[in-house]
């Protein structure tokens, strides 16, 4: 059962990638999964509550990520760098995931949850190390994931690049956060 639930939702997702939210059908699912059209029906109440799973199953994959980092800045750095990968290589995942959601999904919530106290763990461990400057980890983690998020929209929109707009990319943008973090810390 657990399976079938993996397998839809991984097909949600590259329905997703394909054409947004909208080719993402219930019954489409069904078929792009190999299950009957109304399997999708016995693991989600809805369309809605699927593109949750979707965004909590993203929100999950990043939290592993952060469960490798070993707590320097250089972790930090390169969690934020591929978070900014994430995005430009999935924007339809990110801006689901990322985008503003009525009402409420527990799974959803406990996923967004769980990846948020990892990073702040991340940042609270860097700082630990006197990698990054002190002050409130949660804060400090916000405003980094706040340039990375902003510079990862900003880049798909088409505002930012190396050799134009903005004189950087999005990861480039990252990177120099970082070494002004650093150099504030010291």
């Known amino acids: 059962m ?52 979707v965004a909590a199953a993203e929100l ?48 959803l919530g406990e996923a967004a949850t769980a990846a948020r106290t990892g990073f702040n763990r991340a940042v609270a461990s860097a700082q630990a190390r006197g990698e990054l400057p002190a002050g ?9 994931l706040a340039l990375a998020h902003g510079a990862a929209d900003l880049g798909l929109g088409g505002h930012l690049s190396g050799p134009g707009k903005g004189g950087a990319g999005a990861e480039a943008l990252v990177a120099d956060l970082f070494d002004y973090l650093r150099a504030a810390a010291r």
Request: aromatic share 8%; net charge neutral.
């Open 136 to 144: 409130d980890p949660e804060r400090l983690a916000s405003m980094i």
């Open 2 to 53: 657990a399976d079938t639930r993996q397998r839809l939702i991984a097909a949600a997702a590259a329905l997703l990638d394909q054409g947004g939210p909208a080719a993402v059908t219930l019954r489409d699912v069904g078929r792009a999964a190999g299950v009957s059209h109304n399997a999708p029906y016995r693991h989600f109440a809805d369309k809605r509550s699927l593109l949750a799973a």
């Open 60 to 107: 999950a994959r990043q939290g592993v990520n952060l469960g490798q980092a070993d707590g320097s800045s250089d972790d930090v750095r390169a969690m934020m760098q591929g978070y900014v990968r994430w995005a430009q290589r999935y924007p339809e995942r990110f801006h689901l995931t990322f985008g503003r959601w009525e009402g409420e999904d527990a799974g």
